[in-house]
C-alpha cells in the first residue's frame, strides 16, 4: 500500500515525479480511481455543477461537501483526500473557517482542505495550519470569484496581475501550504511561479509546467453534458455509451424483450 499524505506529495516535488489529481464525490468513482491509483482525490465545489446541476459553485453548502467527502472516504484508501471549502465558509473570520475546516477532518475523514484566494487569506491559513489541518491553496482563476472576474476569464496577462499572483503565491507558501492550485493562467506564468515555490503547484488550465496537474473527473469522461473549456482533454465520451445502453434498454422493456430467461428467477 503506497499511502499518499501531505508529505509523499512534497518528496514527488523534489523528486520531479508528476502529481495527478482528480475530483471525485461518491464512493464508487473513488475505488476506481484508487485502482489506478490517482494521487490526489479531491471532492471538489464543482460538485455544485457537476452533481448538483446549479450554475456555478456560489450555492454549494458545507454540507454538500462534508456529505460527498463521507462517500468518497468510504472508497478511498489510497489517494491523498482533501475537502473543497466552499464559497464564505472560511471567509467571515478564523473561528468559523476552524469550525467548517474541521468538521471536513472530523466527520468527513478528509486529510487536508483547500481554500481559495490569495495573500488576503494567508491569516487563516497560517490559523488552520496551527490547528493541524493542511491546506492546498487555489489562485489565478478562482471559480468562487466569478463575479469579480466578470466570467471564468484566463488571469494573469496583464504584468501587474502576474506579479501580483506571484506574490499571492509566496505569501500563502510563507503562510504554510502544503500544494497551490495554479487555474486558468498562462503556461509562462504558471512554470516561474511553479519554479519559484518549493511546495507542489497542481495546474488546470496553466499548462504542461505544473508539478501535477488536475482535472473535473466528469470532464475527462464525457459525462458533463455541456462545452468544456480549452484546457479540457476528453479521454473518452462515456454520454454517448451511457445513450446507447439506456435507449437499448427502454427499446428492450418497451418491446417485452427484457427480462428474457437468462434474467428471470
Ligand atoms: O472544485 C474543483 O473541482 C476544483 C478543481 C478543479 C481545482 O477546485
New binding site residues.
Given amino acids: 500500500m503506497n499511502k499518499i499524505t501531505v508529505v509523499k506529495l512534497q518528496e514527488m516535488k523534489q523528486r520531479k515525479e508528476k502529481i495527478s489529481m482528480l475530483?471525485c464525490y461518491n464512493y464508487w468513482m473513488a475505488k476506481i480511481l484508487n485502482e489506478v491509483a490517482v494521487d490526489v482525490l479531491?471532492v471538489?465545489?464543482?460538485?455544485g455543477m457537476v452533481v448538483l446541476g446549479y450554475e456555478n459553485?456560489l450555492p454549494v453548502k458545507v454540507e454538500d461537501i462534508l456529505y460527498h467527502t463521507k462517500a468518497v472516504k468510504r472508497g478511498n484508501l489510497n489517494a491523498l483526500l482533501i475537502a473543497?471549502m466552499p464559497f464564505m465558509s472560511y471567509q467571515l473570520g478564523e473561528k468559523e473557517a476552524l469550525l467548517n475546516c474541521s468538521r471536513m477532518i472530523k466527520e468527513g475523514g478528509a486529510e487536508a482542505v483547500?481554500i481559495e484566494g490569495g495573500a488576503q487569506i494567508a491569516g487563516t491559513v497560517k490559523r488552520l495550519i496551527e490547528a493541524n489541518i493542511p491546506v492546498m491553496g487555489?489562485i489565478g482563476l478562482i471559480?468562487q470569484a466569478i463575479h469579480k472576474m466578470g466570467g471564468y476569464k484566463v488571469q494573469g496577462r496583464k504584468k501587474e496581475e502576474a506579479q501580483r499572483l506571484i506574490e499571492d503565491a509566496r505569501i500563502l507558501e510563507e503562510a504554510g501550504i502544503f500544494s497551490l492550485?495554479l487555474?486558468g493562467i498562462p503556461e509562462k506564468l504558471s512554470k516561474e511561479i511553479t519554479r519559484k515555490i518549493n511546495i507542489p503547484s497542481i495546474g488546470?488550465g496553466a499548462g504542461k509546467y505544473c508539478d501535477g496537474q488536475?482535472?473535473?473527473t466528469e470532464d475527462l469522461l464525457g459525462l458533463t453534458g455541456r462545452g468544456t473549456p480549452k484546457f479540457v482533454k476528453q479521454y473518452v465520451h462515456l454520454d454517448i455509451q451511457i445513450k446507447k445502453a439506456a435507449g437499448k434498454f427502454k427499446k428492450e422493456v418497451k418491446e417485452s424483450k427484457f427480462p428474457t430467461n437468462k434474467y428471470s428467477y
Fill in positions: 475530483t479531491l471538489g465545489d464543482s460538485l459553485t473543497d483547500k487555489h471559480p492550485v487555474e488546470i488536475v482535472l473535473v
